[in-house]
């Protein structure tokens, strides 16, 4: 795809990093960016050659620190339904089938919060921090931050963000598992990028069974998640990726992924 004004992308062997880039804004998210951003993931999905996304902002400040609010002005319900219509940013990228991190360089609030909270792992530099100020507005959070927030960090946790609407700093974030881990700022990219690559380097087909596996634990009891579990793992036998990283095991040499 061309390269666009509001979101970059770039490649790192099989990592593909997708940059918010509208910093003079702290990276909020407009419509526009919205859309370029399930089009970049969609396109994306079907790339062969990468295996792992990034998701950053551009600039110093900021992840992306929520909606762009000036786009909230005067709409009606039926407008503000229409604005948020399938397929969403929040539910394309938690629906993703490869691995997605979040690269967290600042404000991570409101929107940019639920979009941390629909990636797999997130890596937030020291000087992030987080929170869900939409009942400072008279709203709710609308990008899934009352049902994928709880299922990340708890009840309790939730709650106190989203009925007091304060931020929390990246220390307080790791600690209540709203982020796996906090790396000194300038320390960030190289970090992200580093396990980024260290995921990519998997066998892709296992990758996106693995993401599968585990995700299923959101929906389903713990026995059928089990049951789940074994039935995807007797797949994998019929794997050529599979036979090759037992040989490769065995023979002690790198397993070639075919991602079949």
């Not at 881990?181 to 996106?208: D, G, N």
């Amino acid at each position: 795809m061309p390269e666009t004004d509001t979101v970059l992308e770039e490649r790192h062997g099989r990592v593909a990093v997708l940059t918010v880039n509208r910093p003079d804004k702290l990276n909020a998210l407009s419509q526009q960016v919205r859309d370029e951003m399930v089009a970049r993931l969609a396109a994306l999905e079907h790339d062969d050659d990468v295996g792992v996304v990034v998701i950053t902002g551009a600039g110093e400040k900021s992840f992306v620190a929520g909606a762009d609010i000036s786009e909230f002005d005067g709409r009606t319900p039926l407008d503000q339904r229409h604005a948020m219509r399938s397929p969403r940013i929040f539910d394309v990228m938690s629906g993703f089938p490869k691995p997605v991190i979040a690269m967290i360089n600042g404000f991570c609030l409101g929107g940019g919060c639920e979009m941390a909270a629909s990636c797999d792992l997130r890596v937030a530099s020291d000087k992030a921090r987080f929170g869900q100020p939409e009942i400072k507005l008279g709203l709710i959070p609308g990008g899934g931050g009352t049902q994928r927030l709880p299922r990340l960090i708890g009840h309790g946790q939730t709650m106190r963000l989203v009925l007091t609407g304060e931020m929390i700093g990246a220390d307080e974030a790791l600690r209540i598992g709203l982020v796996e881990t906090v790396v000194p700022h300038e320390e960030l990219r190289a970090t992200t990028l580093e396990l980024a690559a260290r995921i990519a380097a998997m066998s892709p087909l296992t990758l996106r069974i693995a993401k599968e596996a585990v995700n299923a634990s959101r929906e389903l009891p713990l026995e059928a998640g089990l049951r789940y579990e074994r039935d995807l793992f007797c797949l994998c036998f019929s794997s050529e990726d599979m036979a090759e990283g037992v040989r490769a095991f065995l023979d002690k040499r790198p397993a070639d992924w075919k991602g079949r």
